[in-house]
Nanobody, 117 residues
Framework: QVQLVESGGGLVQPGGSLRLSCAAS????????MSWYRQAPGKERELVAS????????IYADFVKGRFIISRDNAKNTVYLQMNSLNSEDTAKYSC??????????WGQGTQVTVSS
């Protein structure tokens, strides 16, 4: 059974940091690129960051460049999102996605991040 389980969300003050994790099981994690997306209330889901299978190629949305860092540990079947300098506009539900050409795509249920004083 394929599972992507996000954790690490919560309430944080502006300027604070959080580290999200996405633990994968039920498929060969190292064969998939991984991405983090987010969706705020009333807004469309948007890509935050992506990392290739080996971690050698990474892309970030412009709105997180210099603040967020995506990484992965293929030995632990986990992808991370280190989020720094958070502001209220980062409030959203963050979800991870496993994707690779010619393979099924998988989504996690998401973890809520709320930035508020």
């Amino acid at each position: 059974q394929v599972q992507l389980v996000e954790s690490g969300g919560g309430l944080v003050q502006p300027g604070g940091s959080l580290r999200l994790s996405c633990a994968a099981s039920g498929f060969t994690f190292s064969l998939y690129a991984m991405s983090w997306y987010r969706q705020a209330p009333g807004k469309e889901r948007e890509l935050v960051a992506s990392i290739t299978r080996g971690g050698d190629d990474i892309i970030y949305a412009d709105f997180v460049k210099g603040r967020f860092i995506i990484s992965r540990d293929n030995a632990k079947n986990t992808v991370y999102l280190q989020m720094n300098s958070l502001n209220s506009e980062d409030t959203a539900k963050y979800s991870c996605k496993a994707h690779q050409t010619f393979r099924p795509t998988y989504w996690g249920q998401g973890t809520q991040v709320t930035v508020s004083s």
